[in-house]
């Protein structure tokens, strides 16, 4: 198998992405890698281990400690309301950023147009280049679909995504799109090398795309969790009438805020008197920040509306 992938899973992701997320993309730039730590390795070998990467704080912990074993030099940039803070972002020193504009893990921010902008105005004035991490974005539960950051710069975004949320967490297959430049390295750079995902899951799943099931497939997804999504929320709010809750519609997890909480600790103690294990946002900060405090993540992945 070359080492970008089976051409017709290739072939397949691309017009997929048309279709979903109005990707025009040619199926050559397309790397299919064994998930998405894999393919964070071989990020850092294109664009070099001399690169600051400046990842979202608070985060997903994985993200900056797989770029720091391959060798990166991490940076955490902090998070607001519209993802990541660019002015900040600008001071970091970073020339490559690790986002999730569709719906940042964990605090559920849906980063608006004109930040995207201005993150591909920073990539262009630092000669840089944004990971954009569509991690969920399958599970847009109410509104229209968002905008890739890419459509707004291929030349400067690299788009990344995994089977893993959507088929099984076990099936370690993910893709990018790299920019033509960044392909043709990777060509000089892995030509010797084959593909890590074993040829039939590729064939498997290149038929299951092209036939429209994996789309059905997710069609009930989408469907299962806007029900348990509903009794979740109606729960919680049965439960604590003063709480706040950040729900943006995106993905499989939301944020509420319990102001009444002395410590994240308490929250965390009275969920387990509820019989439930949470994290809180805190649990996810790579860097101090403030307005962390009293705020929960409610993951419901995997949940039945049978709570």
């Known amino acids: 198998v070359p080492c970008d992938g089976d051409y ?12 979903s997320r109005g990707i025009d993309v040619d199926p050559k730039y ?16 294109l664009l070099g281990r001399d690169c600051i990467f ?25 998070v607001d ?27 559920g921010a849906v980063m608006p147009v004109s930040v995207r902008s201005k993150l591909i105005d920073w990539a262009k004035a630092t000669d840089g280049y ?8 399958e599970f847009r539960l109410t509104g229209k679909p968002l905008q890739c ?23 370690r297959i993910g893709y990018m799109v790299l920019p033509p430049d960044l392909y043709n390295k990777f060509e000089q750079v892995f030509s010797s090398s084959a593909s890590m995902v074993p040829l039939f899951e590729q064939k498997a799943l290149a038929a299951m795309l092209d036939s429209g099931s994996f789309e059905r497939h997710l069609s009930r997804l989408r469907n299962h969790y806007r029900g348990v999504r509903r009794v979740l929320l109606e729960e919680i709010r049965k439960r604590d009438k003063k709480c706040e809750i950040f729900d943006t519609g995106s993905g499989l997890h939301f944020v509420v805020k319990f102001p009444w909480a002395k410590s994240d ?5 009275k969920a387990q008197e509820w019989g439930v294990n949470i994290k809180c946002v805190s649990d996810y900060l790579l860097a101090p920040m403030q307005g962390a405090e009293k705020m929960a993540v409610i993951n419901y992945c995997g949940l039945t509306k049978d709570l």
């Open 8 to 19: 017709e899973l290739k072939k397949a992701v691309s017009s997929y992405l048309y279709r």
């Open 30 to 45: 397309i790397v299919v890698g064994a998930g998405a730590e894999h393919l964070y390795g071989v990020i850092v070998q």
């Open 54 to 78: 400046a990842v979202e704080n608070p985060g997903y912990g994985r993200i900056s400690s797989t770029y720091a074993l391959n060798g990166a030099r991490v940076v955490p940039v902090d």
């Open 81 to 107: 309301d519209r993802g990541m803070n660019t002015d900040l972002l600008e001071k970091s020193g970073a020339q490559v950023v690790h986002v999730s504009p569709a719906h940042q893990f964990p605090t």
């Open 130 to 137: 944004v990971i954009e991490d569509d991690y969920d974005s």
């Open 149 to 171: 950051t890419y459509c707004l710069c291929p030349e400067r975004v690299i788009y990344m995504n995994t089977f893993s949320k959507t088929l099984a967490p076990s099936m």
């Open 265 to 269: 600790e308490e929250i965390k103690l």
